[in-house]
């Protein structure tokens, strides 16, 4: 996923969160002693031709430290005919294409492929295999041009690893950046691959100049972990000519709680014409209030959970007011993000479109929620409706329901109940009750008619499914039983002639040909000889 921070337009004092890692300093000697668990990234080539390609990055007071291991696409990246490119900026802000650098990469002249980076780069470092040059640029407001930098870097051949490091000091000593890196193959059918962040460009490999979308984003202050998992999302919201941001988002090296320079105190609000964008704390201590324009949590995968953030918008203007998301490539694509709207009940998935509402001064402050993680619970029947047909009256008919969670996050049912006269309803659990992934409860429903006629109802599953309560349409109708009718087979006999004292024997059968039922009170026979 991509990883980056994003730093405000205001100035904010960073200070250590307390986190579990101290500054590094690695010996550029061509060893590779970047530490595996903290350092390490993965790129676009997790497999390559000969080997895995993985970078490395790490940094103390003095340098940002820079390594690559493995291969290219095809073979290994300390081979001739690569060069290891860096972009990197050094004044991030919270629209990362909006800083004092270029968004166009340095010219075809040094590099093949010159894709349109992702955000605002000032400085870019390369290193050409063939003959262990290193390529210095500098954004100077208009052009790319020549640095000097100071650097220092070391090709293993036999490892297949390089490293290199980039004095801080001299690219402004910026205590945070975005960086991207990756490896290209000169010649002219060569890919480019390798790139860090893993999700750099889309195809492991491509000979193509690729779509840069994502980028790492690294707090080069002491007590990081530089490969903790973290995404961002942005909340950009606008009114008329006003526009103002916020940022939510996950971080390995964040807490919960209130992190200091992390978790952003809202500036005090403008006396008039003024739109604020903002996360509310009052559990939170601060000199400026309970507003803040980041909240960062600890990190969690979401792999089968949510997290939900309060988000506030305040303007005192009146009009149509956007709230529209960015950095979307940073979230996980298997995360879902909701914005749901407190005042009307309104949610809108923000990666498919933005959310508008009317702002007035009767209502100058309107509350959401953002909702971010594993994709929503979903309540699934096996029946859509209930069809009894025509039964008899004070007699019943049982069908059985099976309730799916065909969601990822655990679906909690609330509630189970039939409406309707002469319907029933029994599940045997206890309620609430939570369904994990394609967990299932199975409940009956029994239609028993005491009177004639049709009879309606309807079940309501109550769950946390945000698409409401799920309902099903039960039908049925019933009858009286028809009076008896009695009947006798045959209903005549002919004995014939029959000898003086001698005798013949008939049988009759005698039926009901009603559903009440037939009582015989007497069977009797008339006529002489009978």
């Known amino acids: 996923m991509k990883k980056f921070f994003l730093l405000f337009t205001w100035a904010v004092l960073l200070t250590s969160v ?30 390559g031709g000969q080997g895995a390609g993985y970078a490395y990055i790490t940094w103390d007071a003095t340098y940002l430290y820079i390594g690559f291991s493995g291969s290219s696409a095809s073979g290994w990246l300390t081979d001739n005919d690569r060069r290891i490119v860096i972009y990197l ?16 990469a340095v010219n075809s002249g040094t590099y093949r492929f010159v894709p349109t980076l992702p955000f605002s780069a000032n400085y870019n470092f390369g290193f050409a295999t063939i003959d262990n040059g290193e390529i210095k640029r500098m954004w100077n407001g208009s052009a790319w041009v020549t640095a000097t930098f100071e650097t220092g870097n070391w090709k293993n051949t036999t490892t297949q690893y390089w490293e290199a490091r980039i004095k801080r000091s001299d690219i402004g000593n910026p205590s945070k950046i ?47 972990t530089p490969n903790a998992g973290q995404w961002y ?59 803040y324009a980041s909240d960062v949590k600890a990190y969690d995968a979401l792999s089968a959970s949510q997290s939900t953030w309060n988000f506030t918008v305040s303007t005192d203007v009146s009009g149509t007011i956007t709230i529209s998301p960015s950095l979307l490539g940073s979230v996980p694509s298997s995360h879902v993000i909701y914005l749901k709207d407190l005042t009307t009940g309104t949610r ?9 509402y009317t702002a007035n001064p009767s209502e100058s402050t309107r509350n959401f929620t953002i909702t971010i993680g594993a994709a929503d619970p979903n309540a699934s029947v096996d029946s ?17 329901v099976t309730l799916t969670n065909t969601g990822v996050t655990s679906l909690v049912v609330s509630s189970l ?43 309501t599953i109550v769950t946390n499914d945000p698409d409401g309560d799920l309902t099903i349409a039960a039908t049925g109708s019933a009858r009286t039983l028809s009076s008896p009718s009695i009947s006798s087979t045959p209903s005549s006999w002919n004995f ?27 069977v009797s026979v008339s006529g002489d000889f009978f």
């Open 18 to 47: 307390g986190f579990s890692q101290t500054y590094r300093t690695i010996t550029i000697d061509g060893n590779n002693d970047f530490i595996n668990g903290s350092e390490r990234f993965a790129t676009t080539t997790t497999a």
């Open 89 to 104: 900026d050094t004044d991030p802000k919270l629209v990362p294409t909006s800083g004092s650098g270029t968004t166009t």
């Open 178 to 224: 975005n960086l991207l890196a990756y490896v290209e193959e000169t010649w002219s059918s060569g890919f480019i691959s390798a790139g860090v962040p893993n999700n750099l460009f889309t195809d492991q490999n491509t000979n193509t100049t690729p779509v840069l979308s994502n980028f790492l984003s690294l707090n080069l202050t002491t007590g990081q």
């Open 233 to 291: 999302l942005g909340l950009n919201v606008a009114g008329g000519s006003l526009t103002t941001s916020a940022l939510a988002g996950m971080n390995g090296n964040a807490t919960d709680g209130r992190d200091q320079g992390v978790d952003v105190e809202l500036p005090p609000t403008p006396p008039s014409n003024y739109i604020e964008a903002y996360f509310p704390h009052e559990d939170w201590t601060s000199t400026l209030g309970t507003k």
């Open 348 to 356: 809108t998935n923000l990666r498919t479109g933005n959310y508008t």
């Open 384 to 400: 859509t409706s209930l069809t009894y047909g025509e039964l008899v009256v004070n007699n019943s008919l049982t069908k059985t």
């Open 417 to 459: 109940a039939v409406s309707g006269t002469g319907y029933s309803l029994a599940h045997g659990s206890t309620l609430p009750r939570t369904l994990a992934q394609n967990d299932t409860l199975k409940f009956n429903v029994t239609f028993l008619p005491t009177t004639a006629g049709n009879y309606d109802g309807t079940v």
């Open 496 to 522: 014939g002639t029959v000898k003086t004292n001698d005798d013949s024997t008939k049988t009759f059968t005698i039926a009901n040909g009603g559903e009440e039922d037939l009582e015989i009170t007497a």
